[in-house]
């Protein structure tokens, strides 16, 4: 219990955020580009509806200041790395790399390398 919470009291739930997969990325690795859309989107929560429209205005930043010095962009490939490695973190265990491979549209080396990523991140 919180100094704040009252005896008998729940403390309030988190809210819960319209960009869960957004919000994971922003907080391992922020940059200019995510500090502009967390802007946007505290600003304009009814984006947050949009998500193709904000991923295709994100590819575009990105791109756009990638060349810029002094700021730390993420690459647009950066973005494709984490979304492979959300997917592949949901197929079992059994399930053999080629498989998931051939229904991501990826290679068997990527899977590979997403599953040993996962287990590295893994808490022991």
């Not at 991923?55 to 950066?78: I, N, W, Y």
């Not at 053999?96 to 991501?104: E, P, V, Y």
């Amino acid at each position: 219990m919180s100094a704040t919470t009252k005896p008998g009291k729940a403390a309030p739930a988190a809210a819960i955020s319209p960009t869960p997969a957004l919000d994971r990325i922003i907080q391992r690795d922020p940059d200019i580009v995510d500090r502009m859309f967390d802007y946007l989107l505290q600003q304009m929560p009814e984006l947050a509806g949009r998500a193709g429209e904000l991923a295709k205005a994100e590819r575009a930043l990105r791109t756009e200041f990638r060349a810029s010095r002094g700021l730390h962009v993420r690459s647009p490939r950066d973005d494709e790395r984490v979304e492979i490695l959300e997917q592949v973190r949901n197929y079992p265990i059994g399930t053999s790399n080629g498989a998931i491979a051939r229904q991501l549209g990826v290679s068997r080396e990527t899977v590979r390398r997403a599953r040993l990523s996962i287990a590295a991140h893994a808490a022991p």
